[in-house]
């Protein structure tokens, strides 16, 4: 375009072009149109095709506005168009944009040739995403690829900060927050590399995953001995509460190195606490304690009370000890043999009083008598007649190694039975 005259009217000051078309307007409130004989601005700026632009060179600033009070720069397009602010390499086509579609009421930010956020009519926010207001929680959304994500930042002495708020003064600032201790130095070491999550209502930390990776849950100790601990004081209410919905079966389990080796649940109704084959059942139905399979079902006669390495001590009840004796349960039934009645007969002369070695050791000379068989002598009367003792109820011989690896064997004697046995002989 070739400048060719000024004119200067009453109001206003125009240059036109050589074809006699206004270039430049002047207008009294000293507005610049260029591109306009009416300027509404102090700088309006229309493009013939809708498309202003500024070319600047180095690093110095081409445009600026500057106002002691409110700055504005206005871009006006009719409903149907959007504005944009492009930046563009010398000769090159926009590669950053910064744009308001009318139509749809969004702006929109693009680098690299790509929209990279978009902020829509309701004000919300889609980082990665045209379409914030397709997402559930919807007011921020953020796209993210493999790998991706969002980084709270921190120096490694810094506290940061995640809140959550209802108003704008004391603790509605703060009603629920999650934070991440960097703190290194020894000072800090309670909180060094802790994620920690807090309730504002009640102005204290309800949980944390440690730096060693312990899951704290109400309590916040500097070491703790379990990876998970949890802490309550709420008088009669559960420390946990685990609960499975309408069926039975496992409700926690535990596992060795990837294998089950047992676990807690229900059966019928009932609490079992079960291993990989044997299980116990707290039959509060019919107030018993019974040995169940590892699923809960009934397992009868299988699973004995203890072993002879691993022995219970006392015994306290205030019943019976049934034992089966149901004629429909039993074989090969016989009256005693004339050698079985002359060791039933020495047995009743082997009653013995003592004292167990082990007893005396822990309790001294307080360590309680006791009466009974010598299982070897009651083994030395079997062998007397011929007999041996290992095929009698009456005596048990049994083979185990102990905590140091040796081998050792422990003999036994099976009162109930004997007492029948020397009853016999009577």
Do not use: W
Request: hydrophobic fraction near 35%; aromatic fraction near 8%.
């Amino acid at each position: 375009m070739a400048l060719t005259k000024v004119s200067r009217g009453l109001l206003s000051t125009s240059i036109v072009d050589n074809g006699n078309a206004t270039a430049i307007t002047i207008d009294s409130s000293e507005n610049v149109g260029i591109g306009t004989s009416s300027p509404d601005k102090t700088l309006h700026v229309v493009g013939s095709d809708g498309v202003t632009t500024f070319s600047g060179y180095g690093s110095r600033d081409f445009f600026v506005l500057e106002n002691n009070q409110n700055c504005n720069f206005q871009i006006v397009s009719n409903s149907s168009n959007a504005g944009n602010i492009l930046f563009s390499d010398e000769g090159a086509s926009g590669r950053g944009i910064l744009k308001y579609d009318h139509a749809s009421d969004f702006m929109s930010f693009t680098t690299a040739a790509t929209e990279r956020m978009r902020i829509d009519s309701s004000g919300r926010v889609g980082i990665g995403v045209t379409n914030p207001s397709s997402y559930y929680a919807k007011d921020l959304v953020v796209s993210a690829a493999d790998e991706g994500g969002i980084t709270i930042a921190g120096g490694t002495n810094d506290q940061n900060y995640l809140m959550f708020a209802d108003g704008t003064s004391g603790s509605s600032q703060y009603k629920g927050y999650i934070g991440y201790d960097h703190p290194t130095d020894m000072m800090q070491m309670v909180t060094h590399g802790a994620l920690r999550f807090y309730n504002g209502a009640s102005g204290s930390e309800m949980g944390r995953f440690d730096a060693s990776g312990n899951l704290l849950v109400n309590r916040t100790p500097a070491f703790t001995t379990a990876k998970m601990e949890i802490q309550s004081d709420a008088g009669d209410a559960s420390t946990l509460a685990l609960n499975s919905i309408n069926t039975d079966g496992s409700i926690l389990e535990f596992y060795k190195a990837g294998n089950a080796v047992g676990s807690i649940g229900t059966y019928s109704g009932t609490l079992t606490v079960n291993s990989s084959y044997t299980g116990i059942m707290l039959d509060d139905t019919n107030n018993v304690l019974r040995p169940t399979n590892a699923s809960g079902g009934s397992r009868d006669a299988i699973i004995s009370l203890g072993t002879s390495s691993q022995r219970f001590k006392d015994i306290y009840r205030s019943g019976s000890t049934i034992s089966t004796s149901d004629r429909n349960m039993k074989q090969d039934i016989r009256d005693l043999t004339d050698a079985e009645r002359n060791v039933a007969v020495a047995a009743k002369g082997l009653l013995k009083a003592f004292r167990f070695i082990d007893t005396v050791a822990a309790e001294g000379d307080s360590a309680n008598i006791h009466f009974g068989i010598i299982a070897q002598d009651l083994a030395a009367a079997f062998e007397a007649e011929g007999l041996d003792a290992n095929d009698y109820q009456v005596y048990k011989s049994d083979t185990f190694t102990d905590d140091d690896g040796n081998e050792q064997t422990r003999l036994g004697i099976c009162y109930e039975n004997l007492l029948a046995f020397i009853i016999a002989a009577i």
